[in-house]
């Protein structure tokens, strides 16, 4: 089997990996890192199928312009496709906003969304000779991990995967296999416990609104949203919650299949209670004081946030917890750094309360051996980290060979 990354490889974000054996190829994941100015990955070759492990844009971003140039069927599960073409539709629109080129037409999208396959998780479907199978990858919902067979050796790509047991979706467990291509996003980087987190979170939370302040909460659409939703509801706090932005949308598509939350009931009875933000004047009522609001975009990147922050940054009685990583450029790493925001243009002094809170869904260095370990591998294949190399040596003790080969690279495995 040969396989070569499109991108992704020695790199987070814009991963494309494409698989081949005997005149068949496979084509998995295929993103873009939405940056500024956005990184496309190389193009991609025909494929026999396209497998897409979950939403994200650097996973799923660029499969409409597979549907649009050389059209093959999408695999996915329901709400991957269905969040992936929200997200990709978004992405269009903030490229015209933004003033950069957009990688295909809105027509893609549409085509996309015909060509998609909805797959159930631990259920075998085969594409030509391959074999394949769906595994929970435990990273937000409907992530998986495809497991595929030919030619008498198996081979599981993890796309993002998380180990860690979190309030939205279950954690992945290992699945042996003889290769093995897994992600790196966090070589060298280690989490702290999961509820030592939300304990630090929830008392950001009640210090604020118990002494009169507005928190507002700037989280991710797809995942972090629902998480920071079900944590607040742990927290027995008699104060309203709001919810702008897409997370919303993306709640409710993700209400349409329970089957891939670990608590649908909950999740839709913890929806239902906050209060959606619709209007500028909703808006406006929203950071009343004693108030929480969670909002997008988790990287203070524009989106209603701002306006947000446009009522609360002036006042040392708010806060705003951050609730994901803040990559070096954005607006939140600025607030965390510099305590400074940019409010339309305007940059200004942040008075309220700024912290941040680890509630990765990225399985942390150990937890990525651990997992390799059991998948018992020979081989392993590194993508999707910026440092694979701090990764080698641990992985080294798990299989007999481990390799992270560079985007446009032609490696072989059994
Ligand atoms: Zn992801």
Known sequence: MQGTFLGGAGEVGRLGLVLGRA???????????????????????????????????????????????SPAPIYGSGPTLDTAELLCQD??????????????????????????????????FTVEDWEIQA???????????????????????TGDLNTTESQLVDPAEPIACDTLIMEGTYAGREHPPRRQTEN???????????????????????GRTQEVLLVLDEMDIDRPVYIDGM????????????????????????????????????????????NIVVTTSGMVEGGPVITHLKHTHDDPNNSVLLTGYQVEGTGGRRLLDEHRVDLDGEVVNVNATVDHFDFSGHAGHSELVDFAEGCRPETIVLCHSDEPELLVDDLESVAERVIAPNTGEVFTVP
């Open 91 to 124: 992405c269009l629109k903030v490229h015209r906003i933004e003033g950069y080129g957009t990688p295909y037409k809105d027509v893609a999208v549409d085509q996309m969304a015909a060509d998609a396959r909805p797959i159930r998780m631990r259920s075998p």
């Open 23 to 69: 005149g068949s190829r496979l084509l998995l994941d295929y993103g873009l890192a939405p940056e500024d100015p956005p990184q496309y990955p190389k193009p991609a070759p025909p494929v026999s199928a396209a497998l897409v492990t979950h939403a994200h844009l650097d996973h799923a971003g660029m499969m409409p312009a597979i549907a649009h140039e």
């Open 200 to 222: 630090e979170f929830t008392q950001a939370v009640r210090a604020t609104v118990e002494a009169g302040g507005t928190c507002v909460i700037p989280a991710f659409a797809v």
């Open 135 to 157: 595994e929970n990858a435990g990273h937000i919902p409907g992530s998986c991990m495809y497991r595929l067979q030919a030619g008498g050796s198996s081979l599981m790509f």
């Open 247 to 290: 997370g919303a949308r993306v709640t409710e598509l993700f209400l349409r299949h329970p089957y891939f939350l670990k608590d649908a009931d909950r999740l839709e009875r913890v929806y239902n209670d906050a209060h959606r933000i619709r209007g500028h004047r909703m808006r406006q009522q929203a950071t009343e004081p004693g």
